[in-house]
C-alpha cells in the first residue's frame, strides 16, 4: 500500500512557472516509475510526464521543451517543473507511482488526491 501526497498547484499567469511535488510512502516502498497526469476541465486524465527507475523520461508532445519532471529517489519524491505555461495546461493534475513493497516485492500502485493547476490568458 502507497500514499501520495502532491502540493504545488496555484492560479498563475500565461507565461508563468510552478514546480509540482509529489511525495511517496509506504512499508519497504521500492519505486520503479512516477508520472503525472492532468484532466482539464470536462476532458479525460491523460499523461504529461513520466520517469522511471533508471531515469529514462517521457513527455506528451505538448509539454515538450516546457515541463521537466525529475525525482529525488532517497526521499520518494517526484517533481514536475512547469515553465512557460499557458491557458490549455489548466487542469488538476495527479501523480502516480508504481513499485514494490515488503520481503517479496509485492506489486503495488497508486494516485495522488489531484491538485489544480490554472493558468490565465
Known amino acids: 500500500q502507497v500514499q501520495l501526497v502532491e502540493s504545488g498547484g496555484d492560479l498563475v499567469q500565461a507565461g508563468g512557472s510552478l514546480r509540482l511535488s509529489c511525495r511517496a510512502s509506504?512499508?519497504?516502498?521500492?519505486?520503479?516509475?512516477m508520472g503525472w497526469y492532468r484532466q482539464p476541465p470536462g476532458r479525460q486524465r491523460d499523461l504529461v510526464a513520466r520517469?522511471?527507475?533508471?531515469?529514462?523520461?517521457n513527455y506528451t508532445d505538448s509539454v515538450k521543451g516546457r515541463f521537466i519532471i525529475s525525482r529525488d529517489v532517497a526521499l520518494n519524491t517526484v517533481y514536475l517543473q512547469m515553465n512557460s505555461l499557458k491557458p490549455e495546461d489548466t487542469g488538476v493534475y495527479y501523480c502516480?507511482?508504481?513499485?514494490?513493497?515488503?520481503?517479496?516485492?509485492?506489486?503495488?500502485?497508486?494516485w495522488g488526491q489531484g491538485t489544480q493547476v490554472t493558468v490565465s490568458s
Open positions: 520517469i522511471t527507475s533508471d531515469g529514462s523520461t
Open positions: 509506504g512499508n519497504a516502498l521500492r519505486i520503479n516509475a
Open positions: 502516480h507511482v508504481e513499485g514494490t513493497t515488503g520481503t517479496f516485492y509485492s506489486r503495488c500502485q497508486a
